[in-house]
């Protein structure tokens, strides 16, 4: 599902040159895979341990039924493969997750927010504030739909639209 590779190799290189990675995620199951693959990246040492944040309501609830009921997960996971990352912090109120992108900043960090093709949601305000920086970065992690934000960014888009403002 994730090249971790290439996945691995983003995130070394943004966090080197001191950048947050966002990314765009479902809610559900997505975030989870996502979380795995960091969790298994930071526990093998081919990324550096750096605050990663779900920034997502439904990915937050959806996180704490897997914890209390690990039977509603695939087969492939458990909830310990997702909540070994030292530093995870779920970002529930809208204040938080303003807070991740503003001026109060936090450094490198990993933010995976929803929705997964960047149509809506918090990932939104996220992609505006980063976006224009070339030391952040964006990792795409499943299918992008033709006409959304997410295939434009696949598909090299030099700006994207978001609230109504061409974003760089």
Do not use: C
Request: proline share 7%; charged share 25%; aromatic share 4%.
């Amino acid at each position: 599902l994730l090249a971790h590779e290439g996945f691995a190799d983003v995130i070394r290189r943004t966090i080197e040159r001191g950048g947050s990675i966002v990314i765009p995620a479902f809610a559900i199951d997505r975030t989870e895979i996502v979380l795995k693959t960091i969790s298994d990246l930071e526990r093998e040492g081919r990324i550096p341990d750096v605050p990663v944040y779900v920034n997502s309501p439904m990915g937050v609830r959806a996180l704490r039924v897997y914890q209390s009921q690990p039977g509603e997960l695939r087969d492939d996971l458990r909830p310990e493969d997702f909540v070994k990352i030292p530093d995870l912090t779920t970002v529930e109120s809208t204040e938080d997750s303003k807070k991740l992108t503003g001026a109060e900043g936090h450094g490198p960090a990993i933010i995976i927010s929803s929705s997964g093709m960047a149509t809506g949601g918090r990932v939104l305000h996220h992609l505006q504030a980063l976006l224009p920086d070339p030391k952040n970065a964006v990792i795409l992690t499943g299918y992008q739909g033709v006409g959304t934000r997410g295939r434009q960014l696949s598909e090299g888009a030099d700006q994207v639209k978001i609230n109504g403002q061409y974003v760089p």
